[in-house]
């Protein structure tokens, strides 16, 4: 009977230092500046779209790596692909399915270790869109900015980011847009968190009334352990300002693959 005790420790000892790992690597999946390899595969569907009332499907992967630049500074790259499927937004306009533009961000972040992560860096949006209602068909560029900090189990901060088009055809609307990301989280123990994280957005060359996108809602998700920690995630958000015709509400799901920042390159 007592040789059992030992193991019964170990076991007991390890879960509790998953535990705390697991809280560890969801603090650092809500932390877009983290020095994390991220891989998320997000699929989002949006109810109530366009004048048939249908649903409107995204899936979107958004690789991020960081890189170190010197010894005091690291550039986070953040990039965004997604296929679409899209119905018909008006009476007459048919459906679509494809590849959208294609964006990218980096954040040059201090690598200190300070109590508030911070950087700021370039954005572009390249036309990779395969049908023309799926992408804007203009060359953009702007800025990108990012903070984050923690207070206990809580994760807050924003993420900004405006492009201005340079080149494209000619007979598409200029791009002159803005996004601005924040983020509550609370993370319960073991993996386990709930938090916001909507994406208001500003289209500058529209009029006043379609102008703005601003969700309200949020969800929760939970670290678990495979070969490699992953976060899971669902969310639901309604709006309180949209463009006609968009859609009601949205549900996304979420499965984010975390690696540390040496898993491919060694130093």
């Not at 692909?81 to 494809?98: A, I």
């Not at 207070?151 to 901060?157: D, L, Q, W």
């Not at 929760?220 to 968009?246: M, T």
């Amino acid at each position: 009977m007592h040789r059992w005790i030992p193991v019964c420790l170990i076991v007991f000892i390890s879960t509790g230092l998953w535990a705390d790992e697991q809280t560890f690597w969801a603090k650092k999946a809500q932390n877009p500046l983290s020095d994390l390899i991220k891989y998320p595969i997000i699929a989002r569907f949006d109810f109530g779209y366009g004048h048939k009332d249908a649903v409107n499907s995204t899936t979107s992967l958004r690789p991020s790596m960081v890189a170190d630049v010197s010894k005091h500074w690291n550039l986070v790259n953040r990039l965004d692909l997604s296929f679409k499927y899209q119905p018909g937004r008006t009476l007459g306009e048919k459906d679509s399915f494809g590849m959208g533009d294609t964006t990218y961000e980096g954040f040059f972040t201090p690598s200190n270790d300070w109590k508030i992560d911070w950087g700021i860096g370039p954005a572009f949006q390249i036309p990779t869109a395969t049908d023309p209602q799926l992408g804007t068909r203009k060359w953009s560029a702007g800025a990108a900015t990012a903070v984050n900090t923690e207070a206990g189990p809580f994760v807050f901060g924003l993420r900004a980011r405006h492009l201005w088009s340079f080149a494209g055809k000619d007979d598409r609307p200029d791009v002159n847009r803005t996004a601005v990301e924040y983020w509550l989280y609370a993370n319960l123990g073991n993996g386990w968190w709930i938090g916001t994280s909507p994406v208001n957005m500003a289209d500058w060359e529209t009029s006043s009334e379609d102008r703005w996108t601003v969700p309200l809602g949020g969800g929760f998700g939970k670290v678990v352990r495979q070969r490699i920690p992953i976060n899971l995630k669902l969310e639901a958000y309604s709006f309180a300002e949209l463009p006609n015709d968009l859609a009601d509400w949205s549900v996304m799901f979420s499965l984010e693959y975390l690696l540390p920042e040496n898993a491919l390159f060694k130093r």
